[in-house]
């Protein structure tokens, strides 16, 4: 059938891709499902959901009325707050020539990837958005394998084999730690192996360190800046340590080198055609975020707790019903697997992990994520779960969580008396795995 004469033609790269990111599509699905009136059990957003601090709502309060343009880079007195507070964290002197502001760290990713000639090289499995990002700039990317029965361990052979199969001199490659979707941290030893991999072959890293300050104790995040600091370039953002998802700021660090200043060269060009520059009264707030106010420091903290033990009480039921699932050691993410059961799933209908998630969908009110797509093979019965929205599904309840721990700190009353979506969360993907036996 022909198609009708129209002035509107699609890219051949978007039409190639024409697929919204899998995480805000099932966040715009269960929303319609609420409201309308059906019980959804949220896992399938990773949206921290905890109240603005107060000092950080009086800061942006205080500056409604910026309103010019700030610099394409950022606001200086944001940088150097920003310079000072990843200095710390890295364990690096960074300056604030070496930081830029960006309208979240997803629009500094892609910026960055737009900005660097090489193909992308990533973990499998990734966050949503790394692979898209890359085909909307048609640039190739390469995975690098692993498995479920390995708990998707990133592994330096693994990496090796796939460096040596890739033409181009030019390379990126991108990681997460704490891991969005597995929530694994990478430590020390593996860190220093991988820097001195990294600079052997002159890969350049993105090191997505979004999830930074939300390790699970005993664990310490390590960036790989602290090993290799002439080719790491730091990505992270306020939206979730600070629950400040839709203020959309993020930050970059570049190498303390003529290259990281070509680069960041580069990154100001784009910043200048597309974003001009991050919302001001959101930047005049963030130096507050990033000045180290010991009531904010100690926020974030109590943040971190909340989280870790939703999140650990969600893996250790998930566990419990016998899945594969590797222990979460930072962020709000479980990636469980359910191959054992392919047999009686298979009966049902269920032979991918789109087909599991909407299984789980329909059947047991569980919205979650399937590991497709985070670029986990179709066939592994995997799936992607997100601990935060669930018992905080709306601002009030956040508050009546942040309200309870602080109360009572104890993990097992925390969970008992104030998270009853959580718990009733777990108690379905029991019945789900025991419908199975």
């Not at 500094?108 to 090289?121: E, G, K, R, S, Y």
């Not at 820097?195 to 390790?215: H, K, N, T, W």
Request: proline share 8%; glycine share 6%; with cysteine.
């Amino acid at each position: 059938m022909s198609q009708p004469n129209t002035p509107f033609h699609l890219s051949s790269v978007v039409r190639e891709h024409l697929v919204p990111s899998p995480t805000l599509a099932i966040n715009e699905q269960v929303q319609r499902m609420w409201a309308d009136g059906e019980t959804v059990y949220h896992l399938g957003f990773g949206e921290s959901r905890f109240p603005v601090h107060p000092k950080i709502q009086e800061a942006l309060r205080a500056n409604v009325h910026q309103k010019s343009y700030l610099a394409g880079q950022g606001l200086f007195e944001l940088r150097e707050a920003a310079a000072r507070a990843y200095s710390r964290r890295l364990g690096l002197d960074i300056a604030p020539d070496q930081v830029i502001i960006g309208p979240g760290s997803k629009s500094l990713i892609f910026a960055v990837q737009l900005a660097l000639d090489a193909p992308l090289i990533l973990p499998t499995p990734s966050w949503v958005s790394y692979e898209p990002q890359a085909h909307l700039l048609s640039k190739p990317t390469h995975r690098i394998p692993s498995s479920p029965a390995g708990g998707y361990v990133l592994s330096l052979d693994a990496l090796e084999s796939v460096t040596a199969q890739i033409e181009s001199e030019n390379k990126i490659l991108l990681i997460t730690s704490p891991d969005n979707p597995t929530g694994k941290m990478y430590d020390e030893d593996f860190l220093r192996r991988l820097a001195d991999f990294c600079r052997q072959r002159q890969i350049v890293v993105i090191s997505d360190e979004i999830y930074g300050l939300l390790p699970h104790t005993p664990n310490q995040h390590i960036s790989l800046a602290r090993f290799y600091p002439e080719g790491t370039i730091v990505l992270s953002g306020l939206s979730k340590h600070l629950s400040l998802g839709g203020w959309r700021l993020g930050v970059g660090v570049v190498p303390d080198s003529a290259e990281g200043r070509q680069l960041m060269a580069a990154l100001k060009v784009v910043a200048s055609e597309i974003w001009s520059t991050p919302t001001g009264p959101i930047q005049y707030a963030a130096v507050i975020a990033y000045g180290g106010d010991p009531d904010v420091v100690a926020y974030i903290d109590e943040c971190r707790r909340i989280h870790m033990i939703r999140t650990q009480y969600l893996w250790r039921e998930l566990a419990a019903t016998g899945a594969a699932c590797t222990q979460p050691q930072g962020a709000f993410y479980i990636f469980p697997n359910f191959d054992r059961w392919r047999e009686p799933l298979a009966a049902r209908g269920v032979h991918t992990s789109v087909d599991l998630a909407h299984y789980l969908l329909t059947e047991y009110q569980l919205a979650t994520l399937p590991g497709s797509a985070f670029g986990a093979p179709p066939r592994d019965l995997s799936l992607r779960l997100a601990s935060s929205y669930l018992d905080m599904e709306t601002d009030d309840k956040a508050q009546a969580i942040l309200d309870a721990y602080r109360a009572n700190p104890d993990p097992d009353v925390f969970i008992r008396d104030h998270n009853p979506a959580t718990q009733e969360a777990a108690r379905r993907f029991h019945a789900f795995v025991g419908s199975l036996a």
